[in-house]
């Protein structure tokens, strides 16, 4: 099967079908970002080193490759060896009619592999090319390794996430990469669209660090410390920003989360815990005085919910329409109504045989969800389709340092 059909073959009618976009990333950020295009139809391509393939296969669980089955369905695999001069060449042949570009490497690393700007625009002078890193390409920080974990700590995330009286808490799973994932593919597509009927355009380079996504979405922070002086507290479940906004413990042992800030809701919660002078107690009474009194707001929350099951208590605030519900772990999720109802969960087959499940695409177009066209690919699975009967080349030649941010 020729490239160009084997690109159309299973792109379908997907909103990006016909989009070709070729990734060099290693682990959680540009798989992010090439998994979003590739559910939307694009097709990607994932260069991969001969025989260990991206590290993201690594990340296993019971033998099998959990994260790779889930965020890199729908793509196509190669293996290419780099560090010498034919697969290099079988590269150029990907990237002279692509639409997109990822990359993670260290910054300086796609120049020493002769794949610089210039080099680029002489190659495809429509190229978007999206470079990842950790601290930006450029910059004192640029040459500083850029792992999610640095930069979940120095953004300020985990200076505010956990208890005050414990230590800063990391997140439990790759949230600056994902983050900038998802940033990533809204900006390669803007930078593509931009490109689209442009007689005189130029390879567009997107610098996108891990640092500044994850730093955007932790809110006003910088107003509002000039505005206080102080830092945002680490608050556990409570909100700096509103009360109350917790986790409650129920008599059978599980938790419901609330957030209940409106005037409105408070009231008909205070009716219903059997405080209805709530919102005229000078504890109570304003926003301001709720944040300061939070510790007895929240003892009386606590003593009504103490009395009843979940079951009982999800009933309690339903009736008042009260914005409240479960805190679910996935045993829970898995056979929760809503996810059986959203159909958010698909059956996988990884490549030992086993079925596991694995998110559907998160939203829907015009009513259907984009379906999974392929399951993720064996390694170098595609080298055929894309480059006939040549395989990848022997070790050979000085390293590229194509080390991962």
């Known amino acids: 099967m020729n490239p160009q059909n084997h690109s159309s073959a299973r792109g379908g009618t997907q909103p990006l079908s016909g989009v070709k976009v ?13 998994h979003v295009l590739a559910d939307l139809g694009a097709t990607v391509i994932k260069v991969e ?5 991206d590290e993201l296969r690594a990340w296993q669980r019971e033998g099998m490759s959990t994260y790779w089955l889930a965020y890199s369905r729908n793509k196509d695999s190669v293996e290419l060896n780099l560090r010498t001069g034919d697969d290099m060449a079988r ?13 993670n490497f260290r910054p300086g690393t796609l120049e020493r592999m002769g794949l610089g700007k210039d080099r680029l625009n002489a190659l495809n002078p429509k190229l978007v090319v999206v470079r990842i890193s950790g601290w930006g390409q450029t910059g004192q920080f640029a040459s500083k390794g850029g792992f999610g974990s640095l930069i979940e700590a120095m953004s300020g995330f985990a200076a505010m996430n956990g208890f005050a009286d414990l230590p800063p808490v990391l997140p439990p799973f790759a949230m600056a990469d ?4 998802i940033y990533g593919a809204a900006l390669a597509l803007a930078a593509l669209h931009g490109q689209r009927g442009n007689a005189n355009a130029s390879v567009q380079e997107i610098d996108l660090s891990l640092f500044e996504p994850l730093f955007s979405i932790l809110g006003p922070q910088a107003a509002e410390f000039q505005l206080t002086g102080k830092s945002t507290p680490r608050s556990g479940s409570r909100s700096p920003t509103h009360a109350p906004r917790n986790v409650y413990k129920t008599r059978d042992e599980k938790w419901v989360a609330l957030s209940a800030g409106m005037e409105g809701t408070l009231a008909r919660l205070f009716e219903g815990i059997g405080y209805p002078q709530g919102l005229q107690d000078p504890r109570f009474s304003s926003h301001e005085a709720r944040l300061k009194n939070i510790d007895a707001l929240d003892a009386l929350i606590q003593g009504h919910i103490t009395q009843l099951t979940l ?15 479960p805190v679910c772990d996935i045993a829970d999720l898995l056979e929760h109504p809503y996810i059986a109802e959203s159909q958010l969960l698909v ?21 259907q969800r984009p379906p999974i066209r392929r399951g993720a690919p064996a390694l170098g699975q595609d080298n055929t389709a894309w480059f006939g009967a040549a395989k990848p080349s022997a070790e050979a030649g000085p390293a590229a340092a194509a080390q991962p941010t």
């Open 178 to 181: 994902s983050v900038a994932g």
């Open 49 to 53: 080193p001969p025989r260990k393939g």
């Open 311 to 325: 079951p009982e208590a999800l009933e309690f605030f339903a009736v008042r329409d009260i914005t409240a519900g």
């Open 91 to 103: 590269l150029t042949v990907l990237l002279a009619d692509a639409d997109i570009l990822v990359e």
């Open 347 to 367: 059956d996988q087959v990884a490549p030992d045989g086993r079925t596991v499940s694995v998110h559907a695409a998160p939203y829907r177009i015009n009513g």
């Open 22 to 34: 070729v990734d060099l990333s290693r682990l959680v950020s540009g798989n992010m970002l090439t």
